[in-house]
């Protein structure tokens, strides 16, 4: 039962965690001032403010479900490079792989924890 617990307390750090990425991605086109497709920076501003407020819902515990919203946010971050046709350019598409990878990975930890903890009677 006491690991039970201990994975209920990492969630909220988890979604910390994708809450920065957020951050760091919404930061990224001024940070490293991407050239390149206008589109690439447009998608970084969107989807790191979208992951950002997701992540924070999540990480207080507004809305569960919310870790499923930033799983598929990730995933969406990391295929945009391709899917938005800016693979050539290195600073963007390294920025969302980066953060579309952790987005992704922190978000089926968080995804897993709550299945765990879920009760049966």
Do not use: Q
Request: hydrophobic share 55%.
């Amino acid at each position: 039962m006491r690991k039970v617990e201990e994975r209920v307390s990492l969630l909220p750090k988890l979604n910390t965690v994708n809450a920065i990425a957020g951050a760091v991605l919404f930061c990224c086109p001024w940070v490293l001032s991407y050239e390149g497709p206008l589109l690439a920076s447009i998608n970084a501003w969107i989807f790191g403010l979208v992951l950002m407020v997701a992540a924070t819902a999540a990480a207080t515990g507004i809305w569960p479900k919310l870790n499923l919203a930033c799983l598929s946010i990730g995933v969406w971050i990391f295929a945009a490079p391709w899917a938005l046709n800016f693979s050539n350019y290195a600073d963007p598409t390294t920025s969302h792989l980066a953060t579309g990878a952790i987005v992704t990975l922190v978000s089926l930890a968080c995804s897993r924890g709550r299945w765990i903890t879920r009760t049966h009677r």
